[in-house]
């Protein structure tokens, strides 16, 4: 079976080195085992994403040397483009009575949830899906606009993961009812990310170990809309030397500012080097990589920066 694998940034920011170690090692990963890359651009938050903040991103990934197949800025490749897509999917959970609004406001869901022991995250009581129709008119009068839930089983997944190995939740208590579709409208991402996986034929899914949670659900959404999962690989996080994940939000490590003091070269050899690729932070193209590309050389474990 021929690997289809994708990089699929969010417009939100300029990308920072955690996210181009992503994107290095998901084209390493196709292009090792000579598959076929797809750029999908997950811009389905419209206050947040841009065209403009997505030409960038399509600009500074090929300033990288880093290239694909399928996709870009066409607009089949763009989340904002997808809409109807999700409905179907959407429909075909509704229909099967896994779909159910909550109205709950963010206070109230925090409220109404239990924190789960390992990682802390909350977990929906599905206070919302008990309510009458009557309740939910009275809700709908004061102004409240619902989300939709899709209500899990009480289920054990399993995702053998590629490189972290075996990972296992208790669907109903480790992640609870989630999201498909904001008050807003706006389409949720575990929805959209599963959809497109499976219409895009993407088999090979690469991407930061803080998605990993959320892994087993998307695995079960997979199958119950009849999918099959892709193989998922996730990767070690970058944090700063106290530890703390690196983000968009306080642009640590923003490849506008790397641009400015670094080569593309010397940027992908030092991700080569991080990435235990290499064995000093040398300059190396994408393409010079490949050939030193094994999942076995790659940390489990977050990975430490220094200043730059």
């Known amino acids: 079976m021929t690997v289809r694998g994708r990089f699929a940034p969010s417009p939100s920011g300029r990308m920072h080195l955690g996210n181009l170690l992503a994107a290095l090692l998901a084209w390493l990963d196709v292009r090792s085992q000579g598959g076929i890359m797809v750029l999908r651009i997950e811009d389905l938050d419209p206050q947040r994403c841009s065209l403009n ?11 990288l040397g880093l ?6 800025l066409e607009p089949e490749y763009c989340q904002s483009h997808r809409s109807h897509h999700y409905q179907v999917a959407f429909d075909r959970l509704e229909a099967m009575g896994l779909v159910y609004p909550c109205y709950c406001t963010r206070a109230e869901r925090l409220a109404a949830s239990a924190p789960h022991a390992s990682d802390g995250a909350v977990v929906y009581n599905r206070r919302c899906a008990q309510l009458t129709q009557t309740q939910r008119d009275m809700l709908e009068a004061q102004g409240r606009r619902p989300a939709f839930r899709v209500r899990v089983p009480h289920q054990t997944v399993t995702v053998d993961d590629g490189h972290m190995g075996p990972y296992t939740q208790q669907l109903d208590t480790d992640c609870g009812d989630f999201i498909v579709r904001r008050s807003d409208g706006v389409w949720a991402y575990q929805l959209a990310v599963v959809v497109d996986d499976a219409l895009m034929g993407v088999n090979h899914v690469v991407r930061g170990c803080d998605l990993l949670t959320s892994t087993p659900a998307q695995a079960w959404l997979h199958r119950t809309l009849g999918y099959q999962p892709p193989a998922f690989y996730h990767l070690p996080l970058l944090v700063d030397a106290q530890g703390r994940r690196l983000s968009k939000r306080d642009r640590d490590l923003d490849l506008g500012v790397l641009r400015e003091k670094y080569t593309p070269q010397e940027l992908v050899g030092w991700l080569g080097w991080l990435a235990g690729l290499q064995k000093e932070p ?3 193209t994408p393409r010079q990589l490949i050939s030193r590309f094994q999942w076995s050389k790659v ?3 977050s990975i430490a920066i220094g200043s730059t």
Do not use: M
Request: no cysteine; hydrophobic share 30%.
């Open 53 to 63: 903040k997505a030409e960038q991103l399509v600009e500074d990934l090929q300033w």
């Open 299 to 301: 940390p489990k474990k």
């Open 67 to 72: 290239d694909w197949d399928e996709g870009g």
């Open 282 to 284: 040398k300059s190396a």
